[in-house]
């Protein structure tokens, strides 16, 4: 692909930044149709409970109150579903709990909605749902994972008493146990992933409208609205697919979590049908704490197998995910599809993988940045890394022996049924430890020794599955003015996509980005589309971008042949319009698109990919800490990545799509941490609580790629947008483990690595070390 000023490659910088941050954006919250309404949720505050409305009518007799909704009110609207339900290794199902739009009789977690409000604004809507008299009878709660599969614990649902929501399991338990006995050594470690709380800066909304002869319209924020569209339409709201419309403006951040079709999606629509008004429902920070998916929440153990040479001959892992009390859109996926990538980076001919999901009376738990590869990564390294202390093998070393080699791909793991394409793992290793100096470590030891600090370096070589599934159908106009107009079924949610497809277009239409616009997030203008997430917007969405451009042009060439009496092979596109080579004969667009041959069809042209399997972008990361033992503090010193993402497409976006990623990884490590009580409560529900990563808690990034193409798309691209938070988290801990068994002897200690938690340690450590 040759090199065009405003094409792939280039690090142009975002053309829908200057919108955003002078006031431009158009965000739910933005939109406020005539004679709108607010509304508000009135949510459980218990984590378990039977209840009884007594009395609504304080509320409804409130001024300016236009409607409360109980689920007795909506019992014809059908549950939000659980679209990913897993079975059981035998082929069984276990009880599959849908979320009900509004509860009846019990409620299950914190946060659970129990009535919905509708008023004038929302202060009123507010007054209204405390107006509303509740008789609560709290019932045993099972809020803790461990506590909730020992025999004998709460029911979440009595239709599953052990809370087992699935058990499944993938390669064959026999040659695995059987290598396991043989082995010269074994190591195993037990691990948690802690449960996040997205924290997008904008929180979710919704603006319901209804028309008796057009249907239903919802603006949301989301990451793609056709999944939402079809979601609410077949399975809550009955009704045909062309009967609802769903608009998504700017979003401020996704991460996964706005993916799910949320119960108040319905329930301002079922308003709006009802009052013939607009209703707006903003959620505060309170509600995202419960009533948005969380993330993560894993417990795992894992062991490794190995021979006198430390290679490894077999691995056994046991993972068990915390679904909260409902089965989220894709929540029970989410661990088996972690388990599909524990082969990792490394050549180990058997594994076998066990994986159980379990309900709590806590907040339903869902995909979210990377969904169950993090997982995956974190404990398959923290695994190596612990194999590499009690072997007394160097961590690069260990890895390095047991890589797949280059040679060896395309590689088909013994589990999950992966097939990577492309990878050279010892090339980012090798590059990552040059830059972070790696060997000049035992002198920054030293130094920091002397100033009484602890110092730690750890390396975490990561592989991810990205851009799998489902394709996307593009198309692009030529619009009378000379600019493009570029539809697309994927979802900005701050990544840039308005930058990133303009340059794809620009590749071959040779037009600046401020000159092709895109549309996304219409269900009425858009046709089609699959949204935004497991890293797909580049890989898919932007190779159909790329087949859409290349087949517009070839049209607009074919155009133009015969306004310039010369073969559209002798043509070129250049600066806005089209020429024949070696002449000065040119027509520009603006004129093209005049020709009266040139209708819309012939000036429109159409691409779609549907990639045959994933992409599998790999890296290395290497991070330094420093831990104050005093205090427990950790800082993070250096910090160095190196990554294979196949092409980069615009080296400006991909470096913050990877910074980004970082920080919500070192926010998960080092900070950010959801606590429930054993009575269900969100002990962690507000910022004075929930500790998030701030711009002084990170150090600046060294960054750089060795690209290996792909070879499951034409372009060679592999899916980034995830990669910073697989790679970050066992860099970090493996840092932080290193510090701590250096001056303490210490290897157990798990994310989020708090400066308590981290004193705790070393005070433990000391007094044992003092007996």
């Not at 406020?32 to 509320?59: M, N, W, Y």
């Not at 691990?191 to 002869?213: F, H, P, S, W």
């Not at 040479?309 to 915390?322: E, P, V, W």
Request: hydrophobic share 40%; with cysteine.
């Amino acid at each position: 692909m040759s090199v065009k000023k405003f094409g792939v490659g280039q690090p142009l910088r975002r053309v829908e930044d200057h919108r955003l941050v002078t006031g431009g954006g158009n965000y739910t919250d933005d939109y406020g149709p005539e004679k709108c309404l607010q509304a508000v949720v009135l949510r459980s505050p218990h984590a378990h409970a039977r209840f009884t409305i007594k009395d609504v009518e304080a509320a409804k007799a409130i001024k300016g109150v236009k409607l409360v909704l109980t689920a007795q009110d909506v019992s014809h609207l059908g549950p939000v579903p659980c679209l990913a339900p897993m079975g059981n290794k035998d082929g069984t199902r276990n009880h599959v709990a849908h979320i009900p739009v509004l509860c009846e009789g019990v409620v299950k977690h914190v946060g659970d909605a129990v009535a919905f409000i509708v008023a004038d604004d929302a202060q009123r809507a507010r007054d209204a749902a405390e107006a509303i008299v509740v008789d609560y009878t709290p019932l045993p709660v099972a809020a803790d994972m461990r506590a909730a599969l020992k025999k004998g614990a709460a029911a979440v649902w009595p239709q599953q008493p052990d809370n087992v929501a699935y058990d499944a399991e993938m390669g064959e338990k026999g040659p695995v146990d059987a290598a396991f006995a043989k082995a010269a050594k074994v190591v195993s470690i037990e691990v948690e992933n802690n449960r996040l709380i997205t924290n997008y800066l904008e929180t979710r909304g919704a603006v319901g409208e209804y028309d008796a002869k057009a249907g239903y319209k919802l603006t949301v924020s989301s990451q793609g609205v056709h999944g939402i569209r079809d979601t609410l339409a077949a399975k809550v709201l009955k009704v045909k697919p062309e009967k609802v419309r769903v608009v998504t403006g700017d979003v401020g951040g996704g991460f996964g979590t706005k993916t799910f079709t949320y119960r108040e999606y319905p329930l301002v629509l079922e308003a709006a049908k009802r009052l013939r008004r607009p209703v707006k429902w903003t959620a505060d920070r309170s509600d995202h704490f419960v009533a948005d998916a969380h993330g993560r929440d894993n417990l795992s153990t894992a062991e490794v197998a190995m021979d006198a040479q430390g290679r490894f001959l077999a691995m056994r892992f046991d993972i068990i995910g915390n679904l909260g009390a409902y089965l989220s859109q894709y929540g029970p996926y989410i661990p088996y599809l972690g388990a599909t990538m524990v082969t990792g980076v490394y050549r180990t001919p058997l594994i076998h993988v066990r994986v159980r999901g379990v309900y709590t009376n806590t907040v339903p738990v869902d995909a979210y940045r990377g969904a169950g590869r993090p997982e995956a990564a974190y404990l398959l390294e923290r695994l190596v890394d612990r194999a590499a202390r009690e072997t007394g093998i160097r961590p690069d070393v260990l890895r390095r022996r047991n890589f797949i080699p280059p040679a060896a791909m395309p590689y088909k793991t013994p589990v999950g049924d992966r097939n990577y394409d492309t990878g050279d793992f010892d090339k980012h290793l090798t590059r990552a430890m040059e830059a972070a100096d790696w060997n000049g470590f035992k002198d920054r030891l030293r130094a920091s020794k002397k100033a009484g600090k602890l110092r730690g370096i750890g390396v975490a070589t990561y592989i991810e599955c990205t851009a799998w599934g489902s394709g996307e159908d593009v198309e692009i106009r030529l619009e009378t003015d000379g600019t493009v107009t570029l539809f697309s079924g994927t979802q900005s949610n701050g990544q840039g996509h308005a930058t990133a497809y303009a340059q794809f277009a620009s590749q071959h239409l040779d037009l600046p980005p401020e000159k092709i616009r895109v549309v996304q997030g219409d269900t009425a203008t858009v046709a089609t589309g699959n949204g935004t997430g497991g890293s797909r917007s580049i890989p898919v969405g932007g190779v159909s971008v790329h087949l859409a451009a290349q087949n517009l042009a070839e049209k607009l060439k074919r155009l133009a042949s015969d306004a310039l009496e010369a073969s559209a092979s002798d043509l070129e596109i250049k600066d806005g319009g089209i020429g024949v080579v070696g002449t000065d004969r040119r027509i520009s667009f603006v004129d093209l698109a005049k020709m009266p041959s040139a209708t819309e069809a012939a000036r429109t042209g159409e691409g779609d990919f549907t990639p045959p399997d994933a992409t599998y972008p790999n890296g290395t990361h290497v991070a330094e800490v420093e831990i104050d033992p005093e205090t427990g503090v950790t800082t993070i010193v250096n910090y160095n990545i190196c990554d294979d993402f196949g092409v980069a497409v615009n080296p400006m976006l991909l470096a913050g799509q990877v910074h980004g990623g970082v920080v919500q990884g070192i926010g998960q490590a080092l900070y950010e941490r959801t606590v429930y009580g054993a009575d269900g409560q969100l002990v962690t529900a507000s910022f004075m609580d929930y500790c998030m990563p701030r711009a002084d808690d990170v150090p600046s990034f060294a960054f750089e790629t060795k690209n290996v193409p792909s070879t499951t798309n034409p372009l060679g691209i592999k899916g980034a947008g995830e990669a910073g938070s697989i790679g970050s988290c066992p860099a970090v801990m493996n840092a932080v483990v290193d510090a701590l068994d250096r001056a303490h002897g210490i290897r157990d200690i798990d994310m989020p690595a708090t400066p308590d938690r981290v004193f705790a340690a070393i005070r433990a450590a000391s007094l044992r070390a003092a007996e």
